[in-house]
């Protein structure tokens, strides 16, 4: 499967879902930061949350950003994803060692502990919409519902999943949101909470071979997609934005580079890419 979210509705388009299979991203995201299995699997929660969301966005510029604060030993996240499926994210400790859970799934509640999720929508205005809830659990999944209801008091189901292999490479990947919308009717509402109540386990849907649209339909029943579109690790840094970045320091900072007589690096800490700069090219910033 290549990594996608599905935009659709259900019940008589008194339901709005997005479905995720995000595994060749939240592999990369592995890859580039290193993570142990308990942290590739909170990061890549966060990433396809985040993606899911962006999806969400109504405009083409929009950026969603989530950030956790934690007491975990994790302790912090961020994840910033924009409208067209692109997502980048990073944690501040990516190489934390638990042990599993009694049910054997990795314990990433634990991990991220008690704290705080910031929701943070750029949509083009003056200043960005922020919206701040207590972590439920430190399961992302369950810390997204929340904030949905109290912040955006929109009834929503949020499903998230990554299962980690022994090479601890990313297995399978994904997740759905599911909304009320505000019409939905009281058999529609009563359906839907009977459904979700069967649903057990995002990835235990990929393990059977099935894509995000089927995982939809085991839901959610007959569904009606409107929009597929592709989900990818990356990171829009690049060597005119981090040149953009030397500038804004002002000519007081770069006079103390240029007077140090040395090359200045420049550290991306999302895609874990440096930009080199040399005397000569400081001088020419001037």
């Known amino acids: 499967m290549n990594d996608q979210i599905l935009q659709g509705?259900?019940?008589?388009?008194?339901?709005?879902?997005?479905?995720?299979?995000?595994?060749?991203?939240?592999?990369?995201?592995?890859?580039?930061?290193?993570?142990?299995?308990?942290c590739t699997a909170a990061l890549g929660r966060l990433l396809t949350g985040?993606?899911?969301?962006?999806?969400?966005?109504?405009?083409?510029?929009?950026?969603?950003?989530?950030?956790?604060?934690?007491?975990g030993p994790i302790r912090q996240a961020a994840v910033t994803a924009d409208a067209h499926g692109n997502v980048k994210g990073l944690l501040y400790d990516p190489a934390v060692e638990l042990p599993l859970k009694a049910n054997g799934h990795l314990d990433v509640g634990t991990a991220i502990g008690h704290g705080t999720l910031c929701v943070i929508k750029d949509?083009?205005?003056?200043?960005?919409?922020?919206?701040?809830?207590?972590?439920?659990?430190g399961e992302i999944g369950e810390d997204l519902t929340y904030y949905f209801a109290?912040?955006?008091?929109?009834?929503?189901?949020?499903g998230l999943g990554v299962l980690v292999d022994?090479?601890?490479?990313?297995?399978h990947a994904g997740g759905f949101i599911i909304q009320l919308l505000p019409f939905?009717?009281?058999?529609?509402?009563?359906?839907?909470?009977?459904?979700?109540?069967?649903?057990?386990?995002?990835?235990?849907?990929?393990?059977?071979?099935?894509?995000?649209?089927?995982m939809m339909q085991d839901i959610l029943g007959?569904?009606?997609?409107?929009?597929?579109?592709?989900?990818?690790?990356?990171?829009?840094?690049?060597r005119e934005r981090v040149t953009k970045a030397l500038i804004s320091l002002g000519r007081k900072e770069l006079d103390k580079m240029i007077a140090d007589d040395r090359?200045?690096?420049?550290?991306?800490?999302?895609?874990?890419?440096?930009?080199?700069?040399?005397?000569?090219?400081?001088?020419?910033?001037?």
């Open 184 to 214: 939905a009717s009281e058999d529609t509402i009563s359906a839907l909470e009977q459904a979700l109540g069967k649903v057990r386990s995002v990835t235990d849907y990929f393990l059977q071979g099935k894509t995000p649209e089927e």
């Open 123 to 137: 949509l083009g205005l003056k200043e960005p919409y922020v919206g701040q809830t207590s972590l439920v659990s």
């Open 222 to 238: 007959e569904i009606e997609i409107e929009a597929v579109r592709p989900v990818q690790y990356h990171c829009n840094c690049d």
């Open 150 to 158: 109290s912040s955006e008091q929109v009834p929503t189901s949020v």
């Open 9 to 38: 509705l259900a019940f008589g388009n008194e339901v709005r879902f997005l479905a995720a299979y995000t595994k060749e991203t939240v592999n990369k995201a592995q890859q580039i930061h290193h993570t142990y299995p308990v």
């Open 50 to 71: 985040a993606a899911m969301m962006g999806a969400m966005c109504k405009n083409e510029e929009d950026l969603i950003t989530l950030k956790i604060d934690g007491d």
């Open 263 to 286: 090359p200045v690096t420049l550290h991306c800490d999302f895609c874990n890419k440096d930009y080199t700069f040399s005397v000569d090219e400081l001088k020419a910033l001037l």
């Open 166 to 171: 022994t090479d601890l490479s990313v297995k």
